[in-house]
C-alpha cells in the first residue's frame, strides 16, 4: 500500500546495527543478546528491524503477542522468538505447532494452568516446548511470587512434553542508577536461583537485565541481556 502523508520518519538500519554491535561490546563474551521487537519495534518497522539485528549478532528476539511471532516467522526470521508475557489459552495450539528447533514460540510461563494446557497440546502434536517461567521480584506486574516459584517449577518438571529453559525477572527502576531496589530485586533473583539450584533445577538461561539495567547495573547481565529502547536510534 502507498500511503501519502505530509511527514515520515526515516530510519537507519545502519545505526541499529552499530548500535547492536557498541551493546556487544558492554556485556560478557558469554552472554546473549534477545532484541526486543514488539509494538512493531517500538514504531520503527518490527520486520526491518528484527532483520537488521539478526544481522548484527542477536541470537533471539523478544515479542509481546503470538501474532507479533507469527509475523516474525511467516518473514522467514530462523532465531527463537520469546514471548515475554504468558500468551492467552486460546493460542496453545497455534504456540505448539510453530514449536521447531531454529525458530521456536517461546512462551513465557506463570500458571500452572498455562503450563498443562501446553503440555497437553504438546503430547497431542508429539513435539517438545521449550518455555521461560518469570517472576515477580518486585515489579508487581506479572509472573510468580517468589514464594511460590520452587512450587511451580516443580509441577512444570512433572509435566511431559514441556522444557524450562530459563528462568527471568523485569526491574522495576533500572534507570536510576542510584536506586538501591534494582540491586534488591536481583539478590531476591540470585537467592532464588540458588535455592532452585538446590532443589537440584538448573537451567540454561537466567536473565534479568533489560536495556537500562545493561548501562547501569553490568553485575545483572548474567545469561541474556533484553535490549529494547537501547538499541532504538535516538
Not at 543478546?33 to 532483520?51: C, S
Not at 527463537?80 to 513465557?108: F, W
Not at 536510576?176 to 537451567?203: A, G, M, W
Amino acid at each position: 500500500m502507498k500511503f501519502y502523508r505530509p511527514v515520515w520518519i526515516e530510519i537507519s538500519l545502519s545505526n541499529i546495527r552499530d548500535n547492536i554491535r557498541f551493546i556487544r561490546k558492554l556485556i560478557p563474551e558469554s552472554t546473549k543478546i534477545m532484541a526486543v521487537v514488539k509494538a512493531n519495534g517500538y514504531g520503527h518497522g518490527m520486520l526491518e528491524v528484527a532483520q537488521a539485528a539478526i544481522e548484527a549478532g542477536v541470537e533471539r528476539l523478544g515479542v509481546a503477542s503470538v501474532e507479533e511471532a507469527l509475523e516474525l516467522i511467516k518473514n522467514n526470521i530462523k532465531i527463537p522468538i520469546q514471548l515475554l508475557s504468558q500468551p492467552p489459552l486460546s493460542s496453545v495450539k497455534t504456540i505448539v505447532e510453530n514449536s521447531i528447533v531454529n525458530n521456536s514460540i517461546i512462551s513465557t510461563v506463570y500458571t500452572e494452568d498455562f503450563a498443562k494446557v501446553l503440555s497437553n497440546e504438546a503430547f497431542k502434536q508429539n513435539r517438545e516446548c521449550l518455555i521461560h517461567v518469570k517472576v515477580d521480584t518486585g515489579m508487581h506486574r506479572v509472573g510468580i511470587s517468589t514464594e511460590n516459584t520452587i512450587s511451580l517449577v516443580k509441577y512444570i518438571s512433572s509435566l511431559p512434553n514441556i522444557k524450562i529453559e530459563g528462568l527471568f525477572t523485569h526491574f522495576a527502576a533500572a534507570d536510576d542508577s542510584e536506586n538501591p531496589y534494582t540491586l534488591l530485586q536481583f539478590k531476591r533473583f540470585i537467592k532464588l536461583k540458588e535455592t532452585l539450584e538446590k532443589h537440584n533445577f538448573n537451567f540454561r538461561m537466567y536473565h534479568c537485565a533489560n536495556s537500562a539495567a545493561t548501562l547501569n547495573f553490568p553485575q545483572t547481565h548474567m545469561d541474556i541481556v533484553r535490549i529494547g529502547k537501547l538499541f532504538y536510534p535516538n
